[in-house]
């Protein structure tokens, strides 16, 4: 039985099956954290949304959704499909400007563009499978990803950064859990 938890915003998180197929594993574990990140976000005022709790960090969760919307296209996008894709947020001047806010930074902005992203990524993967080398090479090495390794990298990129979003919403409001 594959366990549920709900949200005051009513953000359905769902946990991955415990004996499914590799690439339903996969994804499953990516919408998993993918939603984890919304939970940690739901409730909270652009301003909360916005705010760096832990100095000196420049870390707030919106910076932390911005990153990680820029990290879907690159990594589905541009890597695995090749798409020429100008960055949202960060530029040559600012490399980390997708964690830089600003008043003007709205959630409803940043969660939207997140979403379009998260379903352009799904799009991408659809026509793939996990052996599928994508088409721009590793920087370093030239070698080529693998879907499956772009999944895993995804998964991860996800949960380390939900763990800063749990000391954030922590610092934030008190909320503490999943």
Aim: proline residues 3%.
């Amino acid at each position: 039985m594959t366990a549920v938890t709900t949200t005051p915003k009513n953000i359905i998180r769902i946990d991955p099956e415990l004996a499914a197929g590799e690439r339903t594993m996969l994804e499953g574990w990516l919408d998993y954290h993918r939603t984890t990140l919304a939970m940690k976000c739901a409730g909270l005022s652009d301003e909360q949304l916005r705010s760096t709790p832990l100095a000196p960090s420049e870390l707030s969760l919106m910076g932390l959704v911005r990153h990680m919307t820029e990290v879907e296209r690159n990594w589905f996008q541009e890597v695995a499909l090749g798409a020429e894709r100008a960055p949202l947020y960060f530029s040559d001047a600012d490399r980390d400007g997708d964690f830089h806010t600003t008043e003007a930074d709205t959630w409803g902005t940043a969660e939207a563009a997140w979403l379009e992203e998260i379903a352009r990524s799904r799009t991408s993967l659809a026509g793939l499978g996990l052996d599928d080398l994508c088409v721009r090479p590793d920087r370093v090495t030239g070698g080529r990803f693998n879907v499956r390794w772009i999944l895993n990298h995804m998964i991860e990129e996800y949960a380390r950064h939900n763990g800063h979003a749990d000391l954030l919403r922590e610092h934030i409001d008190g909320a503490t859990g999943e």
